[in-house]
């Protein structure tokens, strides 16, 4: 057996493998690492790679947006106040809106409707909340034609929790619109604003009845 280098014998050859290496890569073969190789110039021109080009060639398209009137608008309808009914603790409330614009449109889901001090004012107590019970659908409204919805506006008094205020408007956001049409409406309504006494139904054809 072939006895083991010392430490000092080990550091000694080290000087003698680096020169070893460097004689080597003066004759062309690999250079030692830290050891810099000649410097060679190649000129490549760049062509796309068989896989590159068919995924380039693959697009992507997105799914044609359906045709057909667009969404009304607040600036193109106007609101009034429908028929209405009253029961023990509830009153239903229908809000007519119609087109009045020269273009039809379309109204689908539910408006927003909250309590304000006065057109352009600040809110008064928690926007109405959805009622489900509706069902969803597509309103296509030619100029001039109506589409309604239900408001249900609860005794503010029968609330644990609320401070009574007197409110004279509504504000209406019609569906996907953020913008506002005002109508009168004179109630008592809760001035917190964590509480709703209201909860509005979708819209749908026509002026309605508070009978939905």
Request: overall charge neutral; proline content about 8%.
């Amino acid at each position: 057996m072939i006895p083991s280098l010392t430490l000092a014998a080990r550091l000694a050859a080290v000087p003698v493998l680096a020169g070893a290496c460097t004689l080597l890569a003066a004759c062309g073969s690999t250079p030692a690492p830290g050891t810099a190789a000649p410097t060679t110039t190649v000129t490549v021109q760049a062509s796309a790679s068989p896989t590159t080009s068919a995924a380039a060639a693959v697009t992507t398209t997105s799914p044609a947006a359906p045709s057909g009137p667009a969404g009304c608008l607040a600036a193109g309808l106007s609101a009034q106040l429908g028929v209405s009914q009253g029961t023990a603790g509830t009153i239903y409330q229908v809000i007519v809106l119609t087109n009045t614009s020269s273009a039809a449109c379309t109204l689908y889901g539910y408006p927003g409707v909250s309590f304000v001090t006065g057109v352009g004012g600040t809110q008064v107590g928690k926007p109405a909340s959805k009622n489900p019970v509706v069902p969803t659908a597509l309103v296509t409204l030619a100029p001039g034609g109506q589409a309604d919805t239900l408001l249900a506006v609860h005794d503010a008094g029968a609330i644990a929790g609320c401070t009574i205020t007197t409110v004279n408007w509504l504000r209406i956001y019609p569906p996907g619109d953020y913008g506002s049409i005002y109508v009168q409406y004179n109630t008592q309504a809760c001035a917190n604003p964590a509480i709703s006494i209201m909860s509005v139904s979708p819209v749908r054809t026509g002026a309605g009845s508070a009978s939905y």
